[in-house]
């Protein structure tokens, strides 16, 4: 049987970190893939998360199963960290939490809930999103569209277009938005846009699904989640897929949530039930380690402390390298406005760069980019922004 079976396309963006790997050029550069590094190319384990395994291997008596939704403790920790302790959804308990393995994962979880529940429901996406999204939502047999988001002659926010589309949504239909640090482009609404896009939602009748892989990432843990307050009102509906992939530097460890949020409490626990059913019969329930990692640090104020000092590090040293690769290309005098790259904000930003150009950068530079011209800003460093910039001057 398996003699017939064809090779499937590359992944668009993992695939080029296999190419890269196999690239035996000693300067080569992976601008690629969405994992933060350092100055000197490493993606280190953070000092709180070092020390919050030490306590849990010394604390450690079991290896038995977490529940189908997985620890309470994480899920609460979840909900504190993105709502606050005091926000109204909180204290009234009309959220559920599912501990996931990864934001995909929660992704993955929220498909199956809306296709075994709401299977003619037709899940929207911004043009454009991470590649995964729609190849998610399809393979769990929803109908997915398409609304406007980013203009790319002037870099920024389609906002007109997206509003008059999101007008056009029929009541029942799932709307999927980017918490914050918008993945490609890295151009988010303001909170004044956020207000207007939750009353057309709401006036719709749709069902918001904020995709918040990178709170913290873009200018502070509270101002990152002005979306999710905006469709948070009370009575409202939503679900929330969240990862601790980047905020925490968990990559391998495929640490993300499902977070429901119901009209009151009772209706959220019963969705949660439906929400367990998916999860049984998907991976049965999740793995451990990561969320007691995040749960152990969240739950402690002297970690916590340090967690929020690390992670500001973290989104001021990619903020740096936005100024620095504004710099250096503007000095090149290339012709070109390169202020829209420290206009945006989080991991990612549009070039601007065509996919023959691209190409070129692999091919001839060694460079790599995803081919729509998204770039991963946290992997640039200072040693290589001359050749980097050079390189992309060259091929203009």
Aim: aromatic share 8%.
């Amino acid at each position: 049987m398996f003699e017939k079976v064809t090779a499937a396309p590359p992944d668009a963006i993992l695939g080029l970190t296999e190419a890269f790997k196999k690239d035996p050029r000693p300067d080569k550069v992976n601008l690629s893939v969405g994992i933060f590094k350092d100055d000197q190319g490493r993606t280190p384990v953070l000092k709180c998360v070092k020390e919050a395994e030490r306590r849990l291997l010394e604390a450690e008596a079991t290896k038995t199963y977490l529940s189908i939704e997985g620890s309470p403790e994480y899920g609460r920790a979840v909900r504190e960290l993105m709502f606050g302790a005091d926000h109204e959804v909180v204290r009234s308990n009309r959220a559920c939490t599912a501990q996931c393995p990864g934001g995909t994962g929660a992704l993955r979880v929220s498909a199956d809930f809306l296709k075994k529940l709401f299977p003619s429901a037709t899940v929207w996406f911004s043009t454009p999103t991470w590649p995964n999204h729609q190849g998610i939502f399809k393979s769990a047999g929803l109908n997915v569209a398409a609304y406007p988001y980013f203009d790319a002659a002037k870099n920024s926010l389609d906002f007109d277009g997206l509003l008059s589309a999101l007008k056009s949504v029929a009541a029942g239909d799932v709307v999927c938005l980017h918490g914050c640090c918008h993945n490609p482009s890295g151009v988010d609404p303001t909170p004044t846009q956020w207000g207007a896009i939750a009353d057309v939602l709401a006036e719709r009748g749709a069902l918001p699904l904020l995709d918040f892989a990178y709170q913290g990432f873009g200018r502070g843990l509270k101002e990152d989640a002005a979306g999710l307050f905006a469709l948070a009102r009370p009575g409202a509906e939503l679900l929330i897929a969240s990862s601790f992939s980047k905020n925490f530097g968990l990559y391998n460890e495929r640490v993300g949530a499902l977070t429901l949020v119901a009209k009151d409490s009772a209706a959220a626990e019963t969705a949660l039930s439906q929400i367990k059913s998916c999860v049984r019969t998907n991976y049965s329930n999740p793995p451990s380690h990561g969320g007691a990692i995040v749960a152990t640090v969240l739950g402690d104020s002297a970690l916590r402390q340090q967690w929020n000092e690390e992670l500001a590090a973290m989104r001021n040293r990619i903020s740096g390298m936005r100024s620095l690769f504004q710099k250096t290309m503007e000095s090149r005098k290339t012709g070109r406005d390169w202020s829209f790259i420290t206009q945006q904000i989080g991991m990612f930003s549009f070039s601007g760069l065509k996919p023959e150009q691209v190409d070129a950068l692999r091919e001839k530079h060694g460079i790599y980019f995803v081919r729509d011209g998204r770039i991963n800003v946290a992997g640039m460093n200072a040693a290589s922004m001359d050749r980097l910039c050079d390189a992309i001057v060259s091929v203009l």
